[in-house]
């Protein structure tokens, strides 16, 4: 099975900081990535697929880069409503795998 | 549009069977495939299980031995079956649509929660 390692598993920021999330993927799984935001009780939200694609709706300050096995999820300039727990989903092969997941705190 | 809305017991006890029915609308299950994704509580996302477009199945291998996923196309229901079920079963189970034209799991259930327990 495809191992993601995500990191940091959790982080607190100030409002208006630029805030980096990584996964890592133990094999290749070309661009197939997606990062969902999961809010408390609510179902995950995709928010980047095909690993730098801006899905639906999602507010331009997030992005999404790919450097060789390494899959990073960056808010430029963070807003309140993006407290939330971020995961990372490899797609490639099966069974599909998720990272650990990122609980993102405002300071 | 498309939605997908779970459905279960809520409560099972250890050692029992869970049936759990996902029924879909704004799509057809003869294009798209569904999957089921479960979270413990305050835990990460593991992926179950899917039932493709054409019937076929995958699953994921841990849980293999004790799942099964089905579906009636008529009814726009897909069905998880777990046997044998474990305390580490408890978790909120989501379904989701993978489509064949566009990116995977845009649409979710709200989730249902499964407490294993006596």
């Known amino acids: 099975d495809i191992q993601m390692t995500q990191s940091p598993s959790s982080m607190s920021a100030s409002l208006g900081d630029r805030v980096t999330i990584t996964c890592q993927a133990s094999q290749d799984i070309g661009n197939n990535l997606i990062w969902f935001q999961q809010t408390p009780g609510k179902s995950p939200r995709p928010m980047i697929y095909f690993a730098t694609n801006l899905a639906n709706g999602v507010p331009s300050r997030f992005s999404g880069s790919r450097s060789g096995s390494d899959y990073s999820l960056t808010i430029s300039s963070l807003e309140s409503e993006d407290l939330a727990d971020y995961h990372c989903l490899q797609y490639k092969q099966y069974p599909l795998t998720f990272g650990s997941g990122t609980k993102l705190e405002i300071k | 549009q498309v939605q997908l809305k779970e459905s279960g017991p809520g409560l099972v006890q250890p050692s029992q069977t869970l049936s759990l029915t996902c029924t879909v609308s704004?799509?057809?299950?003869?294009?798209?495939?569904v999957h089921w994704v479960r979270q413990p509580p305050g835990k990460g996302l593991e992926w179950v299980g899917a039932?493709?477009?054409?019937?076929?199945?995958d699953y994921n291998s841990t849980l293999k031995s004790r799942l099964s996923i089905s579906r009636d196309t008529s009814k726009s229901q897909v069905f998880l079956k777990m046997n044998s079920l474990l305390t580490e079963d408890t978790a909120i189970y989501f379904c989701?649509?993978?489509?064949?034209?566009?990116?995977?799991?845009?649409?979710w259930g709200q989730g249902t929660l499964v407490t294993v327990s006596s």
């Open positions: 704004g799509f057809s299950l003869t294009n798209n495939s």
């Open positions: 039932i493709w477009s054409g019937g076929s199945t």
């Open positions: 989701t649509r993978y489509p064949p034209d566009n990116y995977p799991f845009a649409y």
